[in-house]
């Protein structure tokens, strides 16, 4: 079997290794080809069986050009970088891995709302920068310090990383509330289950760890927003498609939202025309919730039990059955 990984760099800059891929046939890894449609894509898929995807796209055309490719393994969970249904018509497996980040995606949400609360970084940089060594007073604070005990906490989306912001949630005394359209006893035991409204009327914070669907897909909009409360903080490391970024950038400058904590935008890498580059209080991170190495060590090694499992016959993690 040949191999080729497209865009490898983000899964492995170097810190983990290919060799159990290269146990299974020949490989070829590329750092990065192109991350928007290219015949370059193609060119490079060649006369590969199985082409590993992270964000290239994998399209139709990419498909019909490329007979010899058997498989396309996505080094993630979404797999909306290829047709799929296309993929489906011409028999080519498309496999993906279903879970790997749960707890690292939980914890960097919640990191997100902390800085919020405390602005831990800026107010280090002021202290390195002499600031404290120099102050009248002897110590001082540029924002307002959140304090979250007591407050409450909106989950939409209270799937398996959702639960795991939940556990961190209620440990630091939050009340915690959910709106999930599948509920679970193992989310009645980590919140209380409620109808959107409710969730966008009563709670402090809101997290956004739903999936993008038609339903979902800018559930935070200008509507929703103005059933929130004034001063609402907003979490999204989920989908940036979530969010009407228009209408978080104007609740944002007019405070009803106090701050939001961003690590995904409607377009990715982030476009200089995007209107929360300009909105007061906007923590924005380079969509890097899922990259601690042992949540990467994971999608590499699911992704070889994908491929082992697809040269021997026995297909998993298969979304386009």
Known sequence: MKIVVLDGYTENPGDLSWDALKELGELRVYDRISYVEDPVIAETIGDADIAVTNKTPISRATIDACPNLKCVAVLATGYNVVD????????????????????????????????????????????????????????????????????????????????????????????????????????????????????????????????????TEGIINRDNIAKMKDGVIIINNSRGQLVVEEDLAEALSSGKVYAAGLDVVSTEPIKGDNPLLKAPNCLITPHISWAAQAARQRIMDITVSNIKAFIEGNPVNVVNK
């Open 84 to 215: 799929y249904a296309y993929a489906k018509e011409k028999g080519i497996p498309v496999l993906n891995v279903p879970t790997y980040g749960t707890q690292i995606v939980g914890q960097y949400a919640v990191g997100l709302l902390l800085e919020i609360c405390s602005h831990y970084q800026h107010h280090s940089d002021t202290v390195h920068a002499g600031r404290w060594e120099n102050n009248v007073d002897w110590c001082y604070w540029d924002y307002p310090m959140i304090e979250l005990y007591g407050k409450t906490a909106g989950i939409i989306g209270l799937g398996r990383i959702g639960q795991s912001s939940a556990r961190i949630l209620g440990a630091m005394g939050m009340k915690v509330l959910a709106f999930d359209t599948f509920q679970s006893e193992a989310g009645r035991a980590l919140a209380e289950y409620v109808d959107l409204d409710t969730l966008l009327a009563e709670s402090d914070v809101i997290f956004l760890h739903c999936p993008l669907f038609p339903a």
